[in-house]
């Protein structure tokens, strides 16, 4: 990406990916440069099903760079995705942007279209109870969540707040 000036302000070197399928492409290690630091993050890009809204269009770059227009899920889908991951993995990460979600966008979150989304994407988790797995997930997370997220977001929650916030939310966002 460049500023206004031509001049370049962020890098990536994606590298191989870790996985190539028709399910999806997935790279472990892209390296990012910027001009206060760079890192390493993992990014993932799923065919394994279809959005179920449409996505909104979100202006991003200033001031860092030309403005350009990107496709984002709603909070909504965003929000029912997450609760999907939660059922199937373990990932920080996943508790991270829910409990995000919940403490700072939770007032204009509209819960009937999470629990409608939700359903529609636990059709891809075997039955049973999804709550109970979600809750078990986020118990398991306390280790990893604890070593790597305030790393990342030192503003984020800590994660007896972030598994609060979750957990208490839970009966209102699930189907």
């Given at each position: ?174 189907p």
């Open positions: 990406m460049r500023r206004a000036g031509d001049e370049a302000v962020l890098r990536f070197d994606p590298g191989v990916p870790k996985t190539n399928t028709k399910e999806s492409l997935d790279f472990d290690r892209v390296r990012f440069n910027t001009a206060h630091g760079g890192g390493l993050l993992a990014v993932e890009v799923s065919y394994r099903e279809a959005v179920v809204e449409e996505p909104q269009s979100v202006s991003i770059g200033p001031p860092y760079y030309e403005p350009f227009q990107i496709p984002v899920l709603t909070l909504e889908e965003t929000t029912a995705e997450k609760l999907r991951t939660l059922t199937q993995r373990r990932r920080a990460s996943d508790l991270a942007h829910l409990a995000l979600i919940i403490g700072a966008h939770g007032g204009q979150l509209d819960r009937a279209r999470v629990r409608a989304l939700a359903a529609v994407k636990f059709q891809l988790v075997k039955q049973g109870d999804r709550r109970a797995r979600i809750e078990s997930n986020v118990e398991a997370l306390r280790g990893e969540y604890e070593a790597t997220v305030p790393g990342l977001d030192p503003e984020a929650a800590a994660y007896g707040e972030a598994k609060a916030s979750l957990l208490s939310a839970l009966p209102d966002l699930l």
